[in-house]
């Protein structure tokens, strides 16, 4: 009985080395402590807070020019724009329908209210 206990075990244990290393090969592992873990969220939150002008691409390689319809998200999922606008007595007057993905540098199309389609 102890002969088939310990067989269980192996195969336990064969199965459990199979699966882990399916799993480390489809996915990247990082292990992290809490002093880690709290300094990284403290960057990630200081980096958001940063200076605006730091929200660009860093190249412009995937850009492309999807100008025509207008649209709320980027093709790289992006949904920050650089917007060139107009101020009139602190409030925005006009804005340009040219605008610039964050993320990637493409050109797109702003939307207007008058795009609107669910009205």
């Known amino acids: 009985m102890k002969w088939l206990n310990r067989l269980a075990a ?11 290393r399916t799993f480390l090969e ?3 592992v990082i292990v992290l402590d809490k002093d880690q873990l709290n300094n990284q969220d403290g960057d ?12 660009r ?3 412009y390689d995937h850009a492309m020019d ?8 980027c093709p790289c999922g992006c949904n920050i724009f650089n917007v060139k606008a ?14 610039e993905c964050a993320n990637c ?7 207007t209210p008058v795009d609107r389609t669910d009205i």
């Open 86 to 99: 107009i101020f009139d007595d602190y409030e925005l007057a006009t804005y340009f329908l040219d605008m």
């Open 105 to 111: 540098g493409s050109l797109a199309t702003a939307p």
């Open 10 to 20: 192996l195969l336990f244990g064969l199965i459990s080395v199979g699966v882990a």
């Open 57 to 59: 691409p860093q190249n």
């Open 66 to 73: 999807v100008r025509g319809t207008p649209t709320h998200i």
């Open 26 to 28: 489809k996915y990247e």
């Open 44 to 55: 990630e939150e200081e980096e958001e807070m940063g200076d605006i002008i730091h929200l």
